[in-house]
């Protein structure tokens, strides 16, 4: 059976042999097959990763707990912290970005397709390769070991006389690898984003999606380098003799802290900016308005992308920078507040006077403003030195941080999923099961989150394996823990609403938000070339303007 016939016909797609489908998932270089595959590579990470977490808060569930070893919560924390970053929320991004993209600017696939498979196969391996470690990371024919150094790796914990056997070592390639992978990426984001718009998409009539994956490009093609070029530096130290981070021998520990948060800040922004996207494509829609302020929304994302790059040593207050450096990364993490601030005011300027519809995609947008405003909030204080010097090991980071990653970023990763399945699979979600996966998940969130703040005022550091009972610890984590439970019942209920509404769901039209960027034009699931005619556009919601052209309020040029 030929493709063409298949794409004329996607309910012929069924009746394949299945080692024929899987070949062509393997052999793909469709964006949208790619984009699918990312998700889905993700989706599995993020599992294993929650697993992990998991472990971690049952040992610390009460003091002196003994559910698993030092060094197993060490390897625990290590692979929890890297498979979140770099193999859920990296590739979960780049599966959006190559799935909507080429759609959205009416372009029928990415520039570069042979690059776009070629990077998701690099990325895929490279976390493979990480995972590997739990067999080999201490030789094949000796006990398996995962690296236990901590997601950033400082030195001298990396060091081959702390360091022994080859765990540190998968954690380098891994990285290094699936690193390599994210640049071609990224360079394929931005070449299809900059040249292949379709007839009539300016810069300034671009979805801000695209826009936002456009910086999101930047920042990886000049964040990743770094961090490529210090784990080089590291291979090199654990087996030429190079002593670039080896202290004794007139190196420098800080070096590295310098180099991984030169990539680490940005990276933080590299995932929070498509969350940006998100939301400031589902809101307006569940508004019903087009977006308040778009020229100062693009311009906010370029400066918040600017300025990313220059507050990565609000990290390292602890270490003894001078007070000059000090005042600086003070100065420029407050800065960084401002376009960030001008982003939430647009959101709620979209919202406000808006018919608004709670639909489960828009609860979780609402859910990502409150939260990111407060992680924004958390964020400033610890950029005064003097407050990050009291809290800086302590676990206020620890929450502040998960703010951002699961209160703003997952929390915009469940709406754009909601939003968008019914174009991937061609069937709607249960939105009853949508809407109990948000508050268990939003209730499971807050009580671990939000109190986790409370131990951190009061001294408890962060990365310890157990603790002492009687410092007032013990409530708080045992409240953390519990939620931790809470969240894993809505990530259940998240994957069973996808596999089930993937099969028995029911299915859709090829627009059932009435939006107005172009994917929702084509068919759900769309075919294989996207549009059997480019199209042509004459404003920032071309689909809009085609179903209500008596309503001249919502259009301009």
């Known amino acids: 059976m030929s493709s063409d016939s298949i794409a004329l016909n996607p309910a012929l797609e069924s009746t394949r042999p299945i080692g024929d489908r899987l070949h062509d998932w393997v052999t793909t270089v469709d964006h949208k097959k790619l984009g699918i595959l990312y998700i889905l590579y993700a989706l599995v990470f993020l599992v294993i990763g929650g697993i992990e977490a998991t472990i971690m808060r049952i040992q610390l569930i009460v003091p002196h707990n003994h559910f698993v070893s030092p060094q197993v919560f060490n390897e625990m924390f290590t692979m929890h912290g890297t498979t979140m970053i770099f193999f859920v929320a990296m590739p979960i991004m780049f599966g959006f970005a190559n799935y909507l993209l080429p759609l959205m600017i009416g372009a029928r696939d990415m520039a570069f397709p042979r690059l776009n498979a070629w990077s998701f196969w690099l990325a895929a391996f490279g976390g493979l390769l990480l995972y590997f470690s739990f067999i080999g990371g201490n030789g094949l024919y000796g006990a398996g070991g995962a690296p236990d150094v901590g997601w950033f790796a400082y030195a001298p914990l990396t060091a081959r006389v702390f360091s022994i056997g080859h765990s540190t070592d998968f954690w380098t390639l891994g990285l290094l690898v699936s690193g390599i992978g994210s640049i071609g990426t990224a360079a394929n984001i931005a070449a299809t984003v900059l040249c292949l718009r379709c007839p009539g998409m300016t810069l300034g009539k671009m979805p801000l999606l695209a826009w936002m994956n456009l910086v999101m490009a930047a920042l990886v093609l000049l964040a990743i380098s770094p961090l490529t070029a210090a784990q080089i530096m590291l291979s090199l130290d654990r087996y030429l003799g190079a002593h670039f981070f080896d202290t004794q021998a007139g190196g420098s520990a800080v070096i ?6 030169i990539f680490g800040h940005p990276e933080v922004y590299v995932l929070v900016i498509p969350a940006f996207a998100f939301a400031s494509e589902i809101i307006p829609v569940f508004s019903r308005k087009p977006i308040f302020g ?16 220059t507050v990565w040593a609000h990290h390292m207050f602890t270490v003894g920078m001078s007070s000059y450096a000090n005042s600086f990364f003070t100065i420029s993490t407050m800065i960084v507040g401002v376009p960030t601030g001008i982003k939430i005011f647009n959101w709620i300027g979209t919202m406000w006077g808006g018919k608004i519809e709670f639909k489960t995609p828009m609860l979780f947008c609402i859910g990502f403003l409150f939260q990111f405003l407060i992680a924004g909030l958390t964020g400033i204080m610890l950029a005064v030195a003097p407050f990050d010097w009291q809290l800086g090991n302590s676990y206020f980071v620890v929450a502040h941080f998960h703010y951002v990653i699961v209160g703003a970023i997952l929390f915009a990763l469940f709406a754009a999923f909601y939003y968008w399945f019914p174009k991937m699979s061609g069937r709607m979600y249960n939105e009853r099961l949508g809407k109990w996966h948000f508050w268990l998940f939003l209730i499971g969130f807050h009580l671990t989150f939000d109190f986790m703040h409370i131990p951190g005022l009061l001294g408890m550091p962060r990365r310890i394996y157990t603790y002492e009972p009687g410092r007032g610890w013990d409530i708080w984590n045992l409240i953390i823990t519990v939620g931790v439970f809470f969240q894993a019942a809505g990530i259940l209920l998240f994957v069973c609403n996808l596999l089930w509404s993937r099969i028995k769901g029911p299915v859709c039209t090829s627009d059932p938000w009435d939006a ?10 769309p075919p294989e070339y996207n549009f059997a005619a480019i199209p042509v556009v004459r404003s920032r919601r071309p689909l809009w303007d085609i179903k209500h052209p008596e309503d001249p309020d919502w259009k301009y040029e």
């Open 294 to 309: 778009y020229p100062v929304m693009v311009a906010a994302t370029v400066a918040i992308g600017f300025v990313s790059f």
């Open 256 to 261: 590295w802290m310098h180099f991984f948060w």
């Open 516 to 525: 107005w960027t172009l994917e929702w034009s084509t068919s759900s699931p």
